[in-house]
């Protein structure tokens, strides 16, 4: 009999706590949001998570939610987790892959998702399911035949001493 672990992570677990470690590194004061794309074995091929491009730094560009006009927002500058994902990868084709994050995307995301050949689409959260951009996303990914499916939570927490 063999004595292998048996309490190990799911491959979901571990690429749902990838996305999510990835959003943590987000410095938007209001939502952390992460990317984790993954082969059909299982490889992790790129990970995002939401931010300003390089070069742009951290304390020159607004995060704010709301302002008098638009340059005063974060919503101009800042590039979502999963088109830094998609934009992170330089080793080829995403075709076919699985994208895990932690908040359904946005229609402009979809949009990414869809050109990059991404066929699946966990997510953890579709906290904005009512809105234009969600309904506008999905509209799209229906379309293009993009699968959404919601995460399973297991309901473990992983407690990483750092
Ligand atoms: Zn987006």
Same mark, same amino acid.
């Given at each position: 009999?063999?004595?292998?672990?048996?309490?190990?992570?799911?491959?979901?677990?571990?690429?749902?706590?990838?996305?999510?470690?990835?959003?943590?590194?987000?410095?938007?004061?209001?939502?952390?949001?992460?990317?984790?794309?993954?082969?059909?074995?299982?490889?992790?091929?790129?990970?995002?998570?939401?931010?300003?491009?390089?070069?742009?730094?951290?304390?020159?560009?607004?995060?704010?939610?709301?302002?008098?006009?638009?340059?005063?927002?974060?919503?101009?500058?800042?590039?979502?987790?999963?088109?830094?994902?998609?934009?992170?990868?330089?080793?080829?084709?995403?075709?076919?892959?699985?994208? $895990?994050?932690?908040?359904?995307?946005?229609?402009?995301?979809? !949009?990414?998702?869809?050109? &990059? /050949?991404?066929?699946? *689409?966990? #997510?953890?959260?579709?906290? $904005?399911?009512?809105?234009?951009?969600?309904?506008?996303?999905? !509209?799209?990914?229906?379309? &293009? /035949?993009?699968?959404? *499916?919601? #995460?399973?939570?297991?309901?473990?927490?992983?407690?990483?001493?750092?």
């Amino acid at each position: 009999m063999s004595g292998k672990r048996s309490d190990y992570i799911s491959w979901d677990e571990y690429f749902m706590g990838v996305a999510q470690l990835a959003g943590m590194r987000s410095k938007d004061p209001n939502t952390q949001v992460g990317s984790c794309i993954v082969d059909r074995n299982h490889k992790i091929l790129s990970i995002g998570y939401n931010g300003l491009p390089r070069g742009c730094s951290d304390d020159d560009f607004p995060w704010e939610r709301a302002s008098e006009g638009e340059l005063g927002t974060k919503y101009p500058f800042v590039t979502h987790s999963e088109l830094n994902a998609i934009l992170n990868f330089r080793g080829g084709s995403l075709e076919g892959s699985t994208i $895990y994050v932690s908040l359904f995307p946005c229609n402009e995301c979809a !949009k990414a998702i869809i050109q &990059a /050949g991404i066929a699946r *689409i966990i #997510y953890a959260s579709d906290k $904005y399911s009512d809105s234009e951009s969600t309904i506008a996303s999905k !509209k799209m990914l229906d379309a &293009a /035949g993009v699968e959404y *499916i919601p #995460y399973e939570s297991t309901g473990r927490i992983i407690e990483i001493h750092l």
